[in-house]
């Protein structure tokens, strides 16, 4: 208890410490984000500051847990993450080999043993391997959510804080799991979520609004891939039925912002990658809220959506699957009427209509 104590402190003194380190070397190295079209903030902001969250989580890692081969390729992974993140933060890379390095870090991970071999059928509980599939399939959900993350990188302290709640998120899942259902290994889970969350929200201090440093392609990959590869090492070690979905509702940020921006390019006929000014920040901000504001409204949805994944996690299959349908709608309708999903047909809704004059007021 002592041991974990002091390593949940080293992760965020680490950080603390280091973060206007990683900032003064980013001006040195260039790795500076400047103002744009697309961008919210008005002057030049340092980046790299995957760098300190980096430090703080693999510092207290190997303080606290012994070494296996799922968390040796968790670590290697996300050093493979962190350099790609950097050289783009300083040099801007190209797509293609920003995602090669992406493909290369989940490949290290999936070869260490970070895969989903089966998953629970959470229609009638039976299991169902995945066999050769399971390598690409868990290849593609850790590059998907690593992308996901670096997505909604868009305001002062968003990703990171999403992050934050989506790591506390899976330490309550691991926690109702280990002391409730009595599944093994859940442990490791809990004190992985659980350092990285400390180091997230000791980098928080520096990034929320108005930031002093950016989380750069560095940090909001190396969240993104973190707890992704996570997410796979806790499924393995699930016993619900209902556990295949979890990681979908913590992550339901992310997740959704990516896929209404895939339906809403399909729609107007767009290259899927152009990017564009329609992510659900950038709607909030159009509505009248502030940066501030903003931010603030997409973590109520998250702790929201984190509270959802653990009474989930708590009730029946059935019951959870009614549930999830119903959440399902109701997030489908938000994201419609806040004009998330442009180009499809628009619901009158007046109802939310009068939440977001409430809460703009």
């Known amino acids: 208890m002592l041991k974990t104590i002091f390593a949940l402190l080293l992760a965020g003194l680490v950080v603390w410490f280091l973060t206007p380190q990683v900032k003064r070397l980013a001006f040195r190295v260039k790795a500076i984000d400047r103002p744009g079209p ?6 030049v902001m340092p980046r790299l500051g995957g760098v300190a969250i980096y430090a ?3 510092c207290a890692v190997m303080l606290a847990m012994p070494l296996n081969l799922p968390l040796i390729g ?8 962190l350099l790609v993140g950097i050289i783009d933060d300083i040099k801007t890379i190209s797509p293609v080999l920003k995602l090669a390095g992406q493909i290369a870090a989940a490949g290290c991970a999936v070869g260490f043993g970070v895969t989903v071999d089966f998953v629970n059928n959470p229609f009638n509980g039976n299991i169902m391997p995945l066999g050769w599939i399971s390598v690409p399939f868990t290849i593609l959900w850790i590059v998907g959510v690593t992308n996901a993350l670096n997505l909604i990188d868009g305001l002062d302290g968003l990703a990171s804080g999403v992050a934050g709640i989506a790591a506390l998120t899976m330490t309550a899942v691991a926690l109702t799991q280990w002391k409730v259902f009595g599944a093994a290994g859940q442990q490791e889970i809990i004190m992985l979520t659980l350092i990285l969350a400390v180091a997230v929200f000791s980098f ?11 989380l750069g392609d ?9 707890i992704s590869s996570m997410a796979v090492i806790s499924l393995t070690k699930s016993v619900t039925t209902i556990s295949v979905l979890l990681p979908v509702v ?3 940020i992310p997740i959704i912002d990516t896929a209404s921006a895939i339906v809403r390019r399909c729609f107007k006929r767009r290259p899927i990658f152009q990017a564009d000014k329609e992510h659900l920040h950038h709607q909030l901000l159009a509505r009248g809220l502030s940066h501030r504001q903003a931010v603030l409204v997409m973590y109520g949805v998250s702790i929201v959506l984190g509270g959802s994944a653990v009474l989930l996690n708590m009730l029946a299959t059935d ?13 489908i309708l938000l994201a419609n009427q806040i004009g998330l999903l442009k180009g499809l047909p628009r619901l009158k809704l007046p109802f939310l209509t009068k939440i977001y004059q409430r809460v703009h007021k």
Not at 74 to 81: A, P, V
Request: charged residues 10%.
């Open 38 to 43: 697309r961008k919210v903030h008005q002057k």
């Open 56 to 58: 703080g989580f693999v």
């Open 74 to 81: 968790l670590l290697t992974g996300l050093t493979i993450i």
């Open 204 to 214: 928080l201090r520096f990034n929320f609004y108005p930031a002093q440093i950016f």
């Open 218 to 226: 560095s940090g909001a990959m190396l969240l993104g891939f973190a």
């Open 250 to 252: 913590i992550l339901g």
């Open 319 to 331: 019951q959870a699957l009614l549930c999830l349908a119903g959440l399902a709608l109701v997030i």
